[in-house]
Structure formats: structure tokens, C-alpha cells
């Protein structure tokens, strides 16, 4: 028979190793799970996610409050630049991410707050998606939680927030069994993507991203090894948000990982469709 002081220390002990999965670096998938849902119906890529986003994955609004809580918040690179008369911290960058799929495609979104649209950058290359406004979706393809930078089976899928969509504003940063980073612009084949400015009427800097990446002209081209996902299966997941703000080397949101080491990534699963929140009556 089993005392209490015997089930407290219990409870006590699996308290312990719950926070400390939660708060050190490369254990927090459990604590933070990415459940990324199957889609019944394709959406139309036109900058407005209201045909998905509500039976996509999304856990809520990121700025960089939240982000400070984060065990894998590191000051150094999850940060704003100050530019001088610039908004509250949380009024600077504030975003929702959504992502879903089928079996053609990966479905990616964000609806963002931004105070300032920035897509200059005086020492412009086209690879230089992380010296303007961007969101990037990084990905393991599957998921080993192997420590590495790049290379076969990781993938990054990088959109400049440039409405005029530029040749470089969908970029593609892969690896394969012989190179560790590939820099091209997504295939005009893989990809559809659309950009919304000011959406909400409020502020230029704000902005809806809509995006389709065909994942066998990517996942499949850079890897013999890629199959088809199917429910229950894993991938690394990290999304990387760039602000320059008005100058430089700005700052970033970084989101599930600490960089490319894909062995800081979350885990996101791979699910089958959801329904959307149901309000209760009156």
C-alpha cells in the first residue's frame, strides 16, 4: 500500500519533470503540441484565410511578450529594434500563424499587425528574405530530432512581404545529401501566394499572407526518401517572422526552435480534419 507522503512525493516528482520538460530548451514539444489539420476542401490562395483558418492549426496571437515566456526564448535573436519613437513593444509586431494540409499541399497563413512595411534593403540579394518584412515556415521532412543544420529533409519557405511579388518573394532554403544550404526562389510550379496590405483598415504595415506550397516539387524534388504524409506522421517545425523596421539586420519572432539547429524544433503531428469553434447560443 502506498502512503501519502509516498503519493505526494509522486505527484511532486511528475510536477517536476513536467516543468522541466516545459522549460528547457529541445523537451518542449510535449508542453506545446502543433496538431496540424487535414483539410476537407482546398481554400482559394487570395489573401483572405476566412474559407480555412478556422479548421487550421493556430494557438493564438505571438508578439513579444508572450515570446518571453517561451522556453526557447533566447533575447539575442527573439527581439525588436528600436528605431526611436516606435510603439509599444506589443503594438510594434503581433501575429496569428495558421497551417494545415492535404496531399498535395502544405497551407500557410498569417494575419499580422505590423506598424511599418519594410521590403528596402540596400545591400539586397535575392537570398536576403531575413533583411526585409518576411515570414518563414522552417521544416524537418520527417521529423528526426537528429541535432544538424541544414540539410536532406529540412526546408525553409521564406515570403517576402512585397505585394508586387518579385521573382525572390517566395524563396526556397533546402538542403540535400551533398549540399547543406540551397538558396532558389520557390518553383513557380510549388507555390501560389497572395498578399493583403492593410487589411483591417488601420494601418499599412498590416498585412494578411496566404500561401500553397506543393510539397512533392519540393519535399519530393530535395529528398528520394520524402513520402506523401498521412495522419499521424511528424515533421520539425519553426517559424521565423523578420522586422527591419526601417534599418539593417532588425529584429525577429522566432517560434517553436532557436535557429537552424533542427533539433530545436517542434514537432508538429500531422492530424485529420477539424471542425471550427462553435459558439453557444443564448
Known amino acids: 500500500m502506498i502512503g501519502k507522503r509516498a503519493v505526494v512525493g509522486i505527484f511532486a516528482s511528475a510536477a517536476l519533470l513536467s516543468f522541466t520538460q516545459c522549460t528547457v530548451p529541445h523537451q518542449w514539444s510535449e508542453c506545446y503540441p502543433i496538431h496540424v489539420p487535414r483539410l476537407k476542401q482546398p481554400p482559394c490562395i487570395d489573401g483572405d484565410l476566412a474559407d480555412w483558418k478556422d479548421v487550421a492549426f493556430n494557438d493564438g496571437v505571438w508578439d513579444i511578450r508572450r515570446l518571453q515566456h517561451m522556453p526557447w526564448f533566447n533575447p539575442s535573436v527573439n527581439r525588436l529594434t528600436d528605431h526611436g519613437s516606435e510603439p509599444p513593444p506589443e503594438d510594434d509586431l503581433s501575429a496569428r500563424y495558421y497551417l494545415a494540409w492535404d496531399d498535395d499541399f502544405l497551407y500557410l497563413g498569417a494575419e499580422v499587425h505590423d506598424n511599418v512595411n519594410d521590403i528596402a534593403d540596400p545591400n539586397h540579394e535575392p537570398k536576403r ?46 538542403g540535400d545529401r551533398e549540399r547543406q544550404y540551397i538558396e532558389s526562389p520557390l518553383p513557380p510550379e510549388a507555390v501560389i501566394y497572395a498578399i493583403r ?40 517545425l519553426e517559424i521565423v517572422h523578420t522586422d527591419p523596421d526601417g534599418g539593417g539586420y532588425g529584429g525577429h519572432f522566432l517560434i517553436y526552435g532557436m535557429g537552424d539547429d533542427a533539433a530545436t524544433w517542434g514537432t508538429m503531428t500531422f492530424v485529420g480534419p477539424i471542425g471550427s469553434v462553435v459558439r453557444k447560443p443564448e
Open 129 to 174: 528574405w531575413y533583411f526585409k518584412d518576411a515570414v518563414c515556415w522552417f521544416f524537418e521532412a520527417p521529423r528526426t530530432g537528429k541535432s544538424k543544420s541544414f540539410g536532406e529533409g529540412n526546408h525553409a519557405f521564406c515570403f517576402a512581404i512585397d505585394p508586387s511579388k518579385p521573382p525572390w518573394g517566395a524563396w526556397w532554403r533546402h
Open 197 to 236: 496590405l492593410n487589411p483591417w483598415g488601420g494601418s499599412r504595415g498590416d498585412f494578411i499572407l496566404e500561401a500553397r506550397v506543393r510539397m512533392a516539387s519540393t519535399f519530393g524534388v530535395a529528398s528520394a526518401k520524402w513520402k506523401v504524409p498521412k495522419i499521424g506522421d511528424k515533421y520539425g
